[in-house]
């Protein structure tokens, strides 16, 4: 048995904050989906909305967007959750979009 191994990459990031002072600190990248595999799913997209504290730490992630539905949700979510951006000392919103492909 093989294992897949994920490409997800967050395209334009800098470009897609709304704000251009905002720095991404620390990337963290989503695994690629069990159940994308079985389901012989090779790419897919996700755009997602993140909250992001004053201190830098993302308060919470929303699925904008997804290609295809539900199925790299989670592991969006799970991704974006752990990122970290330098603080400014306020809460901002910021949007993100993952571009996922396997890799045999």
Request: net charge positive; proline share 4%.
């Amino acid at each position: 048995m093989f294992v897949r191994t994920a490409l997800a990459i967050a395209l334009a990031a800098a470009a897609t904050l709304a704000q251009a002072d905002v720095k991404v600190l620390k990337k963290v990248p989503p695994e690629y989906p069990n159940e994308a595999v079985k389901k012989n799913i090779s790419s897919g997209s996700v755009r997602a909305k993140m909250s992001i504290a004053g201190d830098g730490k993302v308060s919470n992630v929303e699925v904008v967007e997804a290609e295809p539905k539900r199925v790299f949700d989670r592991a969006a979510i799970e991704a974006l959750s752990q990122w970290k951006f330098e603080g400014t000392g306020a809460a901002q919103t910021h949007e993100v979009k993952l571009v996922f492909k396997s890799e045999d």
